[in-house]
């Protein structure tokens, strides 16, 4: 929902509003619109065209204009998809970007990414990792970050550890010894 992710940018002060106001930034609620129909299928016994989605047809609801796409959660997109139809979809998808000049960044989860075997990682110019694990010494959770890749860069693929602040993320400095 818009008024969620608003919510939330305000909690880390970003104050995202008056760009969501102005049409400079615009939420679609892709999933939401996917669900109302899957419920149909459930209600009716029938399935509603358009059910399945496909990558590319996602350029429909993203103007032309646009520098910059977020597409968060792929993976609820991609369910039931084969591993070379997500792969042919997401190329076709990552090529029309790159040729109207729109950066995308695109958000899966852990699920999907295993699901589609990480084929995705040949398809992008950078990959970003989150993950929480146990920190082995001190038996608490930790937020780790890495970049295995950013093409044209030379970043350490090492794990960094972040917090989630009021303020926004902080990164923890390694302990050098």
């Known amino acids: 929902m818009p008024e969620d992710?608003?919510?939330q940018a305000e909690i880390l002060g970003l104050d995202l509003a008056e760009y969501y106001n102005s049409k400079q930034l615009i939420i679609e609620r892709m999933f939401e619109s996917r669900s109302q129909k899957a419920d149909h299928v459930t209600k009716y016994g029938f399935k509603l065209e358009g059910l399945d989605i496909e990558l590319p047809s996602l350029l429909n609801f993203i103007p032309d204009d646009t520098d910059?796409?977020?597409i968060?959660?792929?993976g609820v997109l991609i369910l039931g998809l084969s591993?070379?139809?997500?792969?042919n979809q997401f190329d076709a998808l990552n090529y029309v970007f790159s040729k109207r000049g729109c950066t995308p960044m695109f958000?899966?989860?852990?699920?999907?990414?295993?699901?589609?075997?990480?084929?995705?990682d040949y398809s992008v110019f950078s990959l970003i990792k989150l993950?929480?694990?146990?920190?082995?010494?001190t038996g608490k959770l930790e937020r780790y970050m890495s970049i295995p890749?950013?093409?044209?860069t030379n970043i350490a693929p090492d794990l960094m550890v972040f917090d989630i602040m009021s303020r926004?993320?902080?990164f923890r400095r390694p302990h050098l010894e």
């Open 5 to 7: 992710i608003l919510y």
């Open 68 to 70: 910059i796409v977020i």
């Open 72 to 74: 968060d959660n792929i």
């Open 83 to 87: 591993i070379q139809d997500f792969k």
């Open 107 to 120: 958000i899966m989860d852990d699920v999907a990414y295993k699901m589609t075997n990480q084929v995705a």
């Open 131 to 137: 993950l929480v694990k146990e920190n082995p010494y």
């Open 149 to 152: 890749k950013i093409r044209s």
């Open 168 to 170: 926004g993320i902080r």
